[in-house]
């Protein structure tokens, strides 16, 4: 690794914000570099010849995943055992804190 992509202070804290940390002076620093470091050694994928290989969305040979109509799946919830440990409910739906403006 050549060069670390240090990370502005300001891209710290916008990440921070996302995962809902509070960070001190001192981990905003030791992210920026630790965080440098990991996005330089994932750039080391760019020297890989990948013109021969196809596109993929799977990694696994799954096929034909969901029941056949009219089959009943053994692993469902009720609506009840799916909400019972829910923080917040509402309209039998959890609900969550809004994350995007």
Do not use: C, W
């Amino acid at each position: 690794m050549s060069k670390k992509t240090l990370l502005s202070k300001e891209e710290i804290l916008h990440l921070a914000k996302l995962a809902k940390l509070q960070l001190t002076d001192e981990e905003i620093v030791k992210y920026q570099s630790q965080l440098g470091e990991t996005i330089e050694y994932i750039k080391n994928l760019d020297e890989l010849d990948i013109t021969d290989i196809p596109a993929t969305n799977s990694v696994g040979n799954l096929e034909n995943v969901t029941y056949e109509d009219g089959a009943q799946s053994l692993n469902s919830l009720t609506e009840k055992e799916a909400l019972q440990n829910a923080k917040k409910v509402k309209n039998g739906e959890f609900a969550v804190t809004r994350i995007m403006e």
